[in-house]
């Protein structure tokens, strides 16, 4: 189905601003060490005894326990931080919001109703278990193993589906299959002169006579956006 008109409503100081949705998807694979045994062993714990996650599931895992067992966490975002440099976004994670996540497969979403002010810069560090992060409607999928790395617009549908299938099935990721990923994921700022320019977005795009949220939303053909979860598809809203 087409995109139709997107717009994102985001919260910029205490008013909402607008702006276009990139399909640009920045992505290289960065040379990082694996994580030791005893940290693998720790998310596994994790993941099983505190996230309990469902297929489709993305959830945070405690970073300040992860970096005291995780003396390679430095060289981890020097990589990010120097191959963010080498595409033009020089300093972009110094001052953004990190967490560390785990996702069994993800279901196709967008984030655009809670991070419209943001892109993501993401780092995958668990090692291939024949998964690709797949953006529908830019016509791209991306194998994800250990230093996959991608910055994306938070408003671009996207989900994480077994290798070789059309879009999100759980039982690709039912009991018994080892399909978890963690990554780590910063919140970069979508007004960032140099993050908005590598990701070609314009601002204040919605004109007078629009219709216009009352918070941060995305909007598609003056309604909410919604994704099909199993397609990536837009829906219809209504």
């Known amino acids: 189905m087409s995109p139709g008109i997107l717009i994102s409503h985001f919260a910029s100081g205490d008013m909402l601003r607008s702006r276009s949705v990139s399909d640009v998807v920045l992505r290289g694979t960065l040379d990082v060490p694996a994580p030791a045994p005893r940290l693998l062993s720790d998310w596994d714990r994790e993941i099983a005894s505190q996230l309990s996650l469902e297929p489709g599931d993305v959830e945070a895992l405690p970073l300040p ?47 655009g109703m809670q991070y419209g002010g943001a892109a993501f810069c993401n780092l995958f560090m668990s090692e291939d278990k024949g998964l690709d992060l797949h953006f529908p409607h830019a016509g791209l999928r991306i194998p994800l193993r250990r230093g996959t790395a991608v910055v994306f617009d938070t ?27 963690v990554f780590l994921t910063w919140e970069l700022p979508i007004e960032d002169a140099h993050v908005a320019r590598a990701l070609r977005v314009d601002f204040d795009i919605a004109s007078p006579a629009s219709a ?11 309604a909410p956006a919604v994704v099909c979860p199993d397609s990536g598809r837009w829906l219809d809203a209504g």
């Open 65 to 111: 326990r992860a970096r005291a067992r995780w003396p390679d966490y430095r060289h981890c975002v020097q990589a990010v931080s120097d191959w963010t440099l080498a595409l033009g976004l020089p300093g972009v994670l110094g001052s953004a919001d990190v967490a560390l996540m785990a996702c069994r497969g993800a279901r196709y979403h967008h984030d």
């Open 212 to 222: 216009r949220p009352d918070e941060e939303q995305l909007m598609r053909n003056g």
């Open 155 to 181: 408003g671009q549908p996207h989900g994480v589906i077994r290798r070789g299938s059309t879009g999100f099935d759980p039982a690709d990721f039912a009991d018994g299959n080892d399909c978890n990923q």
